[in-house]
């Protein structure tokens, strides 16, 4: 699963209740925080966009924006320093 900040151009790839915003791209405004879905009554974690301030969606609704031809990481950003100390060493 990608990891968010505040400010990351995402895109939206799927919405069961904003069918509209999906293709959309947005910009995170903040972080990740715990709502709860008023008709089912379950809890689940979501973002604010700049889209909709009432549209939370979740992490897996959401697709990072990445400067032409870069690709996400395969690895985290503790597993990229631990290799660099191993490196300097």
Same mark, same amino acid.
């Given at each position: 699963?990608?990891?968010?900040?505040?400010?990351?151009?995402?895109?939206?790839?799927?919405?069961?209740? /904003?069918?509209?915003? &999906?293709?959309?791209?947005?910009?995170? #405004?903040?972080?990740?925080? @715990?709502?709860?879905?008023?008709?089912?009554?379950?809890?689940?974690?979501? /973002?604010?966009?700049? &889209?909709?301030?009432?549209?939370?969606? #979740?992490?897996?609704?959401? @697709?990072?924006?990445?400067?032409?031809?870069?690709?996400?990481?395969?690895?985290?950003?503790?597993?990229?320093?631990?290799?660099?100390?191993?490196?300097?060493?």
């Amino acid at each position: 699963m990608a990891k968010f900040f505040v400010g990351q151009r995402v895109k939206i790839i799927w919405s069961k209740y /904003y069918p509209q915003y &999906i293709g959309k791209q947005t910009r995170i #405004t903040s972080g990740l925080y @715990e709502a709860t879905n008023t008709y089912t009554g379950k809890k689940y974690f979501c /973002y604010t966009v700049d &889209i909709d301030p009432g549209f939370g969606p #979740t992490p897996e609704q959401l @697709e990072p924006i990445l400067p032409g031809g870069h690709k996400p990481s395969e690895y985290s950003y503790e597993q990229l320093m631990d290799s660099l100390k191993e490196k300097v060493a």
